[in-house]
Structure formats: structure tokens, C-alpha cells
């Protein structure tokens, strides 16, 4: 189809709607239905069951504010995975980072990473390099198979609706614990505090019973609900509050600033409250 | 009309989209489209020319942003007077200073107060208050006739069309700086660095022209344009960042912290380089 304005309702009585210059690409996947569209305001789109997963305009917000922070916060972050992601823009952020020998990333819908190569190659630009693992398979229980073995874990899923639902439970957060070293991070996405209060606090609470420094930072994302958009921190012993500057390299971004590495953790006083802070 | 879904086009090619349970009042004032309904999810909305104004669920971001960060820059805030903002928003979070002794509004739009206080009542709470002086004329003008008399200012206008065109020029900034006491503070909203970064950076410029010190702040505003709401700040002494943690008193806020106070001027990059930082 062409010429078309696509709406998302993030609620049942509020949305977001974009112009649509012509679908690049649907199909109903063995998980979901996955769609790709060029749209005039946000350049080309990834959809999956009818959510915005992210835009060639916005996903820099994302992509960065995932990676860098649990990455700078590490000390030496050399083996890092992702689970889900697999539009690869977090592989792209991971790949700044020149201490990672290797990144691997687990999505559990191949097609995702096909269409993504096809139709967000700026995006998906690192997934062939040399230091990435790329495989198809089942996040939760390639982290319930492993033991003592990643730096850092990104969660980079999808709401906890679909097969991502596993994704948000506390059996989940204590794998990603076994799962990591004894130093470790992970870090995953968690929705908006406007529309989905009671996931943040309920995550807030799950993953605070496991790790002992457990934080919430934001990042403004424009197509995800709200625009505000909060993302869950989980450490073993590196907290992301405390690292020194000198920790912090060179790198190319466009959101992420080793100043704003520290503000992003500064919540409204609504978001704090939830995150009982 | 009731039971409809109304779409604000933020771009040409972007909008948000809401269900209206029943519209409240539809007039075409002596200088703008005024429309108040009553929306599923946001409560009671006062829109101007089609755009969102302020919502009973978001608007203590704005209303709380724009009042507290100047007021507490300010060692001593005697003298406010706020042009636009006829909803009563940010008098209702300056009035909770105690230091003000006096609080001038002045919007152009008499109709703006008059339905704001019947349809916003919680948002128009103190426009009654004995120290607030509410007058119905051109903000321009008052700011043109006014010299060394205000400690700060605050610009809660709409965007530059209509009736706020001449609010966004270096002529008015040049006026605010005449207005203001030799230590005043002045803030105005400044749209959004997605959809508006050329605005953003000519504002800064012009207010960089005239007040030693210029900085750019931001907030999450749902109901506005890509969500990160930008706010400039001119102050011919008081730095908004140097303010000593001894002047924060205790006040009921929903989003304002003063923590907040400080992280909320750390910019995303992009933003920090439309801001020339």
C-alpha cells in the first residue's frame, strides 16, 4: 500500500499517526507481524504487531542510551550480549566501544534481522562484523543456559506482550544474574511511566530483589509512548552514578553525552516515586 | 459534538490522536480559535488553533518547569509577572512561593481565563489569590511599557503564530531585559528540538545577544510535539546552575525536584549543539 496514514494507539484513547509514502514489506512471522514502511516524517520504520519498534529519524536515542550507559559504566566490558535486538542498532552502539571482543545477540525472529539488513542498513550496519555473534534463537533460554559468562546484558525486547512476554518476569531477571559475572550489568528496556506505571514499579521491585544496585534512567524517544522512555539498570558492583571521567572515550553520538550518562538518572518526581527511590 | 477521536498535526506528517468523550466550548475569540473538550485520557484540554494547550494530566510539567527553575535562580523573587499562560498554570505553581509578593498575568485572551477557570478549574486555582494582578491585554506591550520593575519573567505563550508572533523576536527579548530588574530572570517555552531545531537555535542566538547568561532546559511533555518540551532562560546575574542547594525550600511538586533543577539543563547532544553549548 501507498499514501496512507498509519495510527498506533499507545492506549485505547491516545495514539500517534504518521504519513505513510508506501509499506516496504509485511509479513506474519512464526512470532509476530513484522512490518517495514517508509514514512515521511520518520524516514523508514520497523512495526512489529502494529508497535513502533523504531525509525531511521529517532532510533539513535534508543540504540545509544541502552549500550553506552551500562558500557561506560563497566569497567572492561568484553563480553556483551543482546537479547532480542535484532535490528541491530544496540550492536551498532556496542561496536564504539573498541574493549569488546565479542558481542552476541539472540533474537528469537530471523526475519526481523533479514528486513532489518534490507530496509535499516544504517542501522544494521555492524552485524556483520567480525566481533559479533548473531543468532536465531530464544533469549530466555540462552540466558538460562549460561553461567558466569557476560560482562554486560542488554535486554532489547519488545513490550511484554507476544514473545517477549517471558522477558519481564523475576525467574528471567535471576537468570540474567546467574548469567553474568560476578561483576556484571544488565540493562533492559521498560516502558513509560505516563501510560504503564505499575510495570515500572513492578520491575523496579522484581529486579532490585536480585541485583544490589538497581536504578531507573530515561531518554526522550518521540514514536514510543509518552516520549519518555524508561530503561532498568541492574549491577552486581559497578554503579553507573559513580563513574569517573576518566573512564568515559571518545565517541561519535548524537544523545548520549558522558554528562547526560549521569542527568538521565535524575527522575521527575513522579517516575522516582515509582521507582520508590 | 461527543464521541469522536481528534488529531493534532504536529507536522505535516506527524500528529498525535486522542479520543474526545464530548466537546466543552468552541469560540473564535478576537484572536484565536479557542476549543475546550473532554478527553479519555487526559482529562479536561484547553486547545488554541487546533494545538494542545495544557491538559489537567500533564500540565503540571510545563506549569511546574516554567515557574520553579527561575524562582529558585532567583535569591529573592518579589516581582513576577508571567505573559500568556491565561489557563493559570504557572500562577498557580508561583503562587506556591512564599517570597512573591506580587504575581501579574497578562494575556490578550480574556476568553482564555474565563473558560480556563470554568472548565480547568484545578489548573486555574489561584488566579483568585489576593497577590495575583490578572489583566486582559497585549503582553507585548506591557513588557514594552515596563522598565527595572520585574524580578522575573516568564513567557507562556503559544508558538510563533497568531497572536505570539511577536513574542518570539530579539525586539521583545530586548524589552524583557528592560522590564527586568537589574538582577531579573526571564524564561521562555521554545517548542521542541525535533520537529523545530532552526527556532530553537535563533532563539538562543537572539537571547544570547542580550542576557550575559542563556541556557536552554528541557521537559517531558507527552501531549507536546516530539514529547522534549525546550525552555530558555536569560538572567542578567543568577546562574540556574550555581544556585545553592540552602535556597531550595520544600514544595508539593509532581515532576520539579531540585535535583531535576540542575540535570534538566544537561542537553542530548543534538540538542546541547542547537543550543551552540
Same mark, same amino acid.
Given at each position: 500500500?501507498?499514501?496512507?496514514?498509519?495510527?498506533?494507539?499507545?492506549?485505547?484513547?491516545?495514539?500517534?499517526t504518521m504519513k505513510?509514502?508506501?509499506?516496504?514489506?509485511?509479513?506474519?512471522? +512464526?512470532?509476530?507481524?513484522?512490518?517495514?514502511?517508509?514514512t515521511?516524517e520518520?524516514?523508514?520504520?520497523?512495526?512489529?504487531?502494529?508497535?513502533?519498534?523504531?525509525?531511521?529519524?529517532?532510533?539513535?536515542?534508543?540504540?545509544?542510551?541502552?549500550?553506552?550507559?551500562?558500557?561506560?559504566?563497566?569497567?572492561?566490558?568484553?563480553?556483551?550480549?543482546?537479547?532480542?535486538?535484532?535490528?541491530?542498532?544496540?550492536?551498532?552502539?556496542?561496536?564504539?566501544?573498541?574493549?569488546?571482543?565479542?558481542?552476541?545477540?539472540?533474537?528469537?525472529?530471523?526475519?526481523?534481522?533479514? %528486513?532489518?539488513?534490507?530496509?535499516?542498513?544504517?542501522?544494521?550496519?555492524?552485524?556483520?562484523?567480525?566481533?559479533?555473534?548473531?543468532?536465531?534463537?530464544?533469549?530466555?533460554?540462552?540466558?538460562?543456559?549460561?553461567?558466569?559468562?557476560?560482562?554486560?546484558?542488554?535486554?532489547?525486547?519488545?513490550?511484554?506482550?507476544?514473545?517477549?512476554?517471558?522477558?519481564?518476569?523475576?525467574?528471567? %531477571?535471576?537468570?540474567?544474574?546467574?548469567?553474568?559475572?560476578?561483576?556484571?550489568?544488565?540493562?533492559?528496556?521498560?516502558?513509560?511511566?505516563?501510560?504503564?506505571?505499575?510495570?515500572?514499579?513492578?520491575?523496579?521491585?522484581?529486579?532490585?530483589?536480585?541485583?544490589?544496585?538497581?536504578?531507573?534512567?530515561?531518554?526522550?524517544?518521540?514514536? %514510543?509512548?509518552?516520549?519518555?522512555?524508561?530503561?532498568?539498570?541492574?549491577?552486581?558492583?559497578? +554503579?553507573?552514578?559513580?563513574?569517573?571521567?576518566?573512564?568515559?572515550?571518545?565517541?561519535?553520538?548524537?544523545?548520549?553525552?558522558?554528562?547526560?550518562?549521569?542527568?538521565?538518572?535524575?527522575?521527575?518526581?513522579?517516575?522516582?516515586?515509582?521507582?520508590?527511590?
Open positions: 500500500m501507498a499514501g496512507f496514514w498509519f495510527t498506533e494507539k499507545q492506549t485505547e484513547n491516545f495514539g500517534i505513510v509514502n508506501r509499506t516496504l514489506h509485511t509479513e506474519q512471522t +512464526d512470532f509476530q507481524l513484522l512490518e517495514m514502511a517508509e515521511a520518520w524516514g523508514n520504520m520497523l512495526f512489529l504487531d502494529g508497535m513502533v519498534m523504531t525509525s531511521e529519524k529517532d532510533e539513535f536515542v534508543y540504540h545509544e542510551m541502552v549500550a553506552h550507559v551500562p558500557l561506560f559504566t563497566h569497567p572492561n566490558p568484553e563480553n556483551v550480549l543482546v537479547v532480542g535486538g535484532g535490528d541491530g542498532g544496540v550492536i551498532r552502539e556496542i561496536m564504539k566501544h573498541p574493549q569488546v571482543k565479542k558481542a552476541t545477540l539472540v533474537d528469537i525472529d530471523g526475519k526481523v534481522i533479514e %528486513y532489518s539488513k534490507k530496509y535499516l542498513p544504517t542501522i544494521a550496519s555492524e552485524l556483520e562484523n567480525p566481533r559479533v555473534d548473531v543468532q536465531v534463537g530464544d533469549g530466555f533460554m540462552h540466558i538460562a543456559e549460561a553461567e558466569n559468562q557476560y560482562d554486560v546484558i542488554m535486554v532489547d525486547s519488545t513490550e511484554p506482550v507476544g514473545p517477549a512476554v517471558n522477558l519481564f518476569t523475576k525467574g528471567f %531477571y535471576a537468570g540474567i544474574s546467574k548469567a553474568l559475572k560476578e561483576d556484571g550489568i544488565f540493562v533492559a528496556q521498560s516502558d513509560n511511566p505516563w501510560f504503564t506505571p505499575d510495570l515500572i514499579k513492578q520491575v523496579q521491585k522484581d529486579v532490585k530483589e536480585i541485583f544490589p544496585i538497581t536504578r531507573l534512567y530515561t531518554a526522550n524517544i518521540p514514536t %514510543y509512548p509518552s516520549g519518555l522512555w524508561c530503561f532498568t539498570l541492574g549491577s552486581k558492583k559497578h +554503579d553507573p552514578l559513580t563513574v569517573e571521567d576518566a573512564r568515559f572515550h571518545e565517541i561519535d553520538t548524537k544523545y548520549y553525552t558522558k554528562e547526560l550518562h549521569k542527568a538521565a538518572f535524575v527522575l521527575p518526581k513522579f517516575v522516582k516515586d515509582l521507582a520508590g527511590e
